[in-house]
C-alpha cells in the first residue's frame, strides 16, 4: 500500500467553481502535512501547510482528519491561474520521511 | 524561504558519462535533499544530503551511483554516474530548517540521456 495516495484526476472545472481533493495516506504515526502546487515543468512549490486545527488563506482551506487519515484541499472561486498539479505530502518527523503523493491534476476552463 | 538556484538547468549527456549538478542556497540551511521526478510521476527521495559527513540514501539509491557533497551549509552537489537513458529526469534539490517544517524546491535540472 502507498503511503500517499491521491485522486490524479484529471479535475476540469469551470472558472468561479469550488472544488475539493483528498488524499489519504496509511502511516498513523503521520506528524506534518502539507500541500504544494507543481505547474507543467516546473519545481513544486509550497501552497499550504495543514494544521490539525484546518487552516484558510485566502481562497484555500486545508482539513486533516486524523481519525480517518486524510487530508483535503478545498479551492473556491477556482482561476484560470490555479490549473496545475497538486500533490499532497506527508510527514513521519523520523530520519528523511518525506512521502509525495502523485499529484492530482486540475484545469479550470474559461 | 530561501532562494534556490541548480546548475545546469538541463542538460544533454551521452551515455556512460557523468554530470554534476549543484544547488546553491541564498541562506543557510539545516536540511538538504535531492529528489528526482520521472516524467509523469511524483518526486522520489534519493538521499539527504548532509554537511561534513556521507549523504543517507535511500532505499534503491547507492553512493556509487549518486555521489553526493555537502562542503557546507548553503551548497551541496549531485553527481549522476555511468548515465543511461533510464537515468533521463527532471533532478530537484530542496532545502529545510526542520524535520516537521515545509521543503522549498530549486528550479530543478532536466537530465537527458541518449
Known amino acids: 500500500r502507498k503511503e500517499v495516495e491521491q485522486d490524479p484526476g484529471p479535475f476540469n472545472v469551470p472558472e468561479g467553481a469550488t472544488v475539493a481533493f483528498n488524499c489519504t495516506y496509511s502511516n498513523s504515526a503521520s506528524q506534518s502535512f502539507f500541500w504544494y502546487r507543481q505547474d507543467c515543468r516546473k519545481e513544486p512549490k509550497l501552497l499550504m501547510s495543514v494544521y490539525s486545527s484546518g487552516n484558510e488563506d485566502g481562497r484555500f482551506t486545508a482539513q486533516l482528519n486524523r481519525a480517518s487519515q486524510y487530508i483535503s484541499l478545498l479551492i473556491r472561486d477556482s482561476k484560470l491561474s490555479d490549473s496545475a498539479t497538486y500533490l499532497c505530502?506527508?510527514?513521519?518527523?523520523?530520519?528523511?520521511?518525506?512521502?509525495f503523493g502523485t499529484g492530482t491534476s486540475l484545469t479550470v476552463i474559461p | 524561504s530561501a532562494v534556490i538556484s541548480q546548475k545546469p538547468s538541463r542538460d544533454i549527456c551521452q551515455r556512460g558519462t557523468s554530470l554534476t549538478i549543484q544547488c546553491q542556497v541564498d541562506?543557510?540551511?539545516?536540511?538538504m535533499f535531492w529528489y528526482r521526478q520521472q516524467p509523469g510521476q511524483s518526486l522520489t527521495l534519493i538521499a539527504t544530503a548532509n554537511q561534513g559527513s556521507e549523504a543517507t540514501y535511500e532505499s534503491g539509491f547507492v553512493i556509487d551511483k549518486f555521489p553526493i557533497s555537502r562542503p557546507n551549509l548553503t551548497f551541496s552537489t549531485l553527481t549522476v554516474s555511468n548515465m543511461s537513458p533510464e537515468d533521463s529526469s527532471i533532478y530537484l534539490c530542496s532545502v529545510g530548517w526542520n524535520r516537521a517544517y515545509e521543503q522549498y524546491f530549486g528550479p530543478g535540472t532536466r537530465l537527458t540521456v541518449t
Open positions: 505530502v506527508v510527514n513521519l518527523n523520523t530520519g528523511n520521511q518525506f512521502y
Open positions: 541562506s543557510q540551511v539545516t536540511m
